[in-house]
């Protein structure tokens, strides 16, 4: 313990928090499910940035993967299927001064929820948003998913899934005000840390898409993914997410690419030839919509009646 420091209306004691300080409940995903490596990422993340774990919140909706919240030390919110992202919102415009983590899967973001993405892009508020991709329904045991590649056999689809899948990236790109999109897979541990943290110091909407394994019900996709390093473009650039020669060794193929160009943001996105990882567009300056909607929040309860009844009073008759 170092002293004592000011907090709200009480007094805490400061100290270093380990990793622990951000662990929830004992994780029940399946052994060798990607979210594992990306919960140890979002832990050493907050333990990195020192943050108290009762300033930070993770919400999500429902899948495997949005069971994240019971898995961290932090406030959390399970939500309804689809609908982690407005109730992000709704936290943030109330409470600003928390981090807010979100959780949701493909199916939870880009199927039901693809509304909220939409919108929830363009309000650019200040959290990480981690989209956990394995190209299925996990938690309802094999459904076709939006991002499931053509011929992937599911419960839906037994003789193979019939249509491209949607490309999460381009229709990212495309919504205005976008101010952050990444992608990254989950088994290239120091490439997701680095890449969940720049989302996490990113001011706006840090958009993760994390290619994820699902062993049980999509073990194919993965496995395809990681026999082949070849498929994947390494981004790298100043402005980008920092990598060593650990993450090299993994992606031999690389590019220079700078996150504030759009439009070869737009291509490296659409070209159906390599899976780029790394930053692929970031816009610091992006308005945050909380600047705006949090108005008032610092007003007394007192204040905030005086103004209501001034307003009233402006308009009878
Ligand atoms: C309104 C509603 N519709 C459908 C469901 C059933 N359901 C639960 S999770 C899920 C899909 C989860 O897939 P994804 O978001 O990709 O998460 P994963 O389990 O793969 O991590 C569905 C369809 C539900 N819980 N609520
Ligand atoms: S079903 Fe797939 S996504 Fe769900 S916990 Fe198991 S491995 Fe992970
Ligand atoms: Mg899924």
Redesign the pocket.
């Known amino acids: 313990m170092f002293g004592l420091k000011a907090d709200w209306s009480r007094e805490v004691f400061e100290r270093y928090f380990t990793i622990g300080d951000y662990a929830g409940g004992e994780a029940r995903?399946?052994p060798?499910?990607g979210?594992h490596g990306v919960l140890s990422a979002a832990h050493r993340v907050l333990r990195d940035a020192q943050q108290r774990p009762e300033m930070s919140v993770c919400v999500s909706g429902i899948g495997?993967s949005s069971r994240m919240p019971h898995y961290m030390g932090t406030y959390g919110f399970h939500g309804l299927h689809g609908r982690a992202l407005p109730l992000a919102c709704g936290i943030k415009s109330r409470r600003p001064d928390l981090d807010v983590w979100v959780a949701t899967g493909d199916g939870d973001c880009f199927s039901i929820g693809t509304a909220h993405w939409i919108h929830a892009i363009r309000y650019n508020m200040n959290m990480t948003m981690m989209v956990f991709d394995?190209s299925i329904y996990?938690?309802t045991k094999a459904q076709t998913s939006p991002t499931s590649p053509i011929g992937l056999r599911t419960n839906t689809h037994p003789f193979g899934a019939i249509i491209n899948p949607h490309n999460p990236l381009t229709v990212t790109l495309g919504i205005t005000n976008v101010s952050f999109v990444a992608q990254v897979v989950d088994w290239n541990p120091p490439l997701l840390y680095e890449t969940l943290r720049a989302a996490y110091n990113h001011r706006g909407t840090g958009f993760v898409r994390i290619i994820q394994r699902?062993?049980?019900?999509a073990g194919k996709v993965a496995k395809e993914l990681q026999g082949d390093p070849s498929r994947f473009l390494l981004l790298e650039h100043d402005k980008g997410i920092p990598v060593d020669k650990n993450v090299h060794r993994q992606f031999p193929e690389r590019a220079e690419h700078d996150p504030s160009d759009l439009g070869r943001a737009f291509q490296l996105a659409a070209d159906g030839s390599r899976i780029p990882v790394g930053l692929i567009y970031s816009n610091p300056d992006a308005p945050c919509y909380e600047d705006l909607s949090s108005r008032g929040t610092e007003m007394t309860p007192e204040a905030k009646l005086t103004s209501l009844n001034d307003l009233l009073d402006r308009i009878t008759i």
């Open positions: 995903w399946c060798g499910c979210d495997c394995n996990g938690l699902c062993p049980v019900y």
